[in-house]
Structure formats: C-alpha cells, structure tokens
C-alpha cells in the first residue's frame, strides 16, 4: 500500500492552455474522488468513480472540466482553456467501504 | 442540503494542554457518517477520527475524542495532551450513509505554543 499519488505536485501554466493532472489511488480502493480546494477554505467536490464509471458531477465542473478512469485504475482531470479562477490545489482521494479517504497530496494549479 | 459549519476559524493551545474544536451539522438524515481530518502545513490530509451516526458511544483515537450529540447535531474534536505536531488545519466532515461523497466544512487552524 503506497497510498494515493497525484502528479504533478506543482503546475504553473499560462491562461488559456490546458492542463492534465493524474491520480494514482490505493489498488484496493473501487471508489476515486477528485476535489478542489482554494486557500483557507475546505475541499469541495467536483467528481467522483466508482470502478470506470463517472457516477457524479458536480455543478462546480464546467464544460472546460472532464475527469477519466480508464480500467478503474488511475484517474486524470483536465482542464481546457484554464483561467485565473482555477488556480486552486486540487486532490484526490480513494476510499474503499463506508471509511474515512485517504487522500493524496494534491497537485497545485497556479494559472498566470 | 446538508451542510457543516465550523465556527472557529482559528485556535490556540499551549502544549500539554487540552484543546476543543467545535462542528455543527445540518441534515435531515438518521444515517451517516461524521469525520474529522488534519491537514499539516503543505502536507496532505489525513483521518483523525470517525464517528458512525448510529452509534451512541462517542469515538477515541488515543489523544483524539469527539463529543457527538445527535439531536443537537453537534460533533466537537478533542484534542489532549496537544503537542507540537497537531498544529494544522482540522476539517469537519460529513456523509450519508447512502451518499457517494463527503462535504467538509471551512476548517479550523490550531496553533500550539510551546
């Protein structure tokens, strides 16, 4: 068990390009989130997995949004066309069951 | 909608003593479950302590406890013998027991003073 391991840690990127962060969970865990958090505030949800299948969306993830689990296994988020609003760091979590997440150590987005 | 509101934006205790970090939740459910996460400084979040709705007893972690009352839907965190290393962010957290995610409130930085 290495836990969840998200890459980048860091991305600094221009407005207007797009972006794609990765997200490698724990292999036993069937259930893949993904959240955003902005300084001083608490993560918000935005996707969540369940196996490959996308089973909810928040209203939070505009069009410019779209998350991937192929296989069930890692999971990428993207962000098309990012702007100043998505700078945020963003993370990941698995769970298995009805416990706690255990979450990685999220990537940051710094959008210039 | 369920919500969680931590009140305390931030709080600070001298090490060695004890420290409590209140929650409030709003829900119309019976069925959940009640979190408590520690989120370091530029380090990821962790579980402190998980507490099953349907469960009187409150839980206990070694120095980590909660006050859960139910029907004032309150869900503190206490903390003793605080050392220097439980100086982070603390996140309330909720989810229905048939729900798929989690809802967190706005978190509460702890200091401790040497």
């Known amino acids: 068990d290495t836990g969840v391991s998200q890459n980048p840690r860091h991305k600094i990127t221009k407005r207007g390009q797009n972006v794609t962060f990765r997200c490698d969970p724990i292999?036993?865990?069937?259930?893949l989130y993904w959240y955003r958090q902005t300084l001083g505030q608490g993560p918000e949800f935005l996707t969540y997995?369940?196996?490959?299948?996308?089973?909810?969306k928040s209203r939070l993830l505009s069009d410019r949004f779209s998350a991937e689990r192929p296989k069930g296994s890692f999971s990428t988020l993207e962000i098309q066309r990012t702007e100043q609003g998505d700078s945020a760091m963003y993370l990941c979590?698995?769970?298995?069951?009805?416990?706690?997440?255990?979450f990685g150590s999220g990537t940051r987005l710094t959008v210039v | 909608a369920q919500t969680v509101t931590q009140s305390q934006p931030e709080m600070s205790v001298q090490e060695a003593e004890t420290v409590t970090l209140s929650c409030t939740y709003d829900?119309?459910?019976?069925?959940?479950?009640l979190f408590w996460y520690k989120q370091p400084p530029s380090r990821q979040m962790i579980l402190v302590i998980r507490?099953?709705?349907?469960?009187?007893q409150n839980a206990t972690e070694n120095r980590f406890s909660v006050n859960f009352q139910k029907a004032a839907k309150s869900f503190s965190l206490k903390i003793s013998d605080s050392q220097l290393g439980d100086a982070a962010m603390y996140f309330c957290?909720?989810?229905?027991?048939?729900?798929?995610?989690?809802?967190f409130g706005a978190g509460t930085r702890l200091f401790v003073k040497a």
């Open positions: 979590a698995s769970l298995r069951g009805t416990g706690g997440y255990t």
């Open positions: 292999s036993e865990h069937n259930r």
């Open positions: 997995f369940q196996n490959e299948a996308q089973l909810e």
């Open positions: 829900t119309s459910e019976s069925d959940y479950y």
């Open positions: 507490q099953e709705a349907y469960k009187q």
């Open positions: 957290a909720y989810r229905s027991a048939g729900g798929f995610k989690t809802i």
